[in-house]
């Protein structure tokens, strides 16, 4: 599945649990523009992640999660918070365990 389209139905399914309309979201964007979103036509910016995540009273990241989680459907939630565990399990305090651009 196409990232756009996930997150479409990410946003969609977050959005639908909370009870709000597309119409809701307009202090936050257009009708026409979410409804681009959920139907995988358009790709919001990461800005625009935290736009609607903060509206619907979520973690950006839950969005993102959301995201990968209908992408892969044989993946569940704990597995993928296992992975994200694992990747960050580095300590940010010291500058050896963060790989440089140099």
């Known amino acids: 599945m196409e990232l756009n389209i996930a997150l479409g139905r990410a946003l969609r399914n977050l959005r ?13 964007s257009s009708r026409t523009y979410i409804s681009q979103l959920e139907r995988g036509l358009k790709s ?15 973690h950006p990241a839950s969005l993102i999660i959301g995201c990968y989680l209908e992408r892969s459907p044989d993946e569940d939630l704990q597995s993928l918070f296992e992975k994200v565990r694992t990747d960050l ?14």
Not at 19 to 26: N, R, T
Not at 44 to 53: C, L, S, V, Y
Not at 89 to 99: E, G, H, I, M, N
Request: negative net charge; glycine residues 2%; aromatic residues 10%.
């Open 16 to 28: 639908s649990r909370r009870g709000l309309s597309q119409d809701a979201f307009a202090l936050v």
């Open 44 to 58: 919001p910016t990461i800005e625009k992640i935290e736009q609607f995540a903060a509206f619907m009273n979520i």
């Open 89 to 102: 399990a580095f300590d940010l305090s010291t500058s050896k365990d963060v790989p440089s651009d140099k």
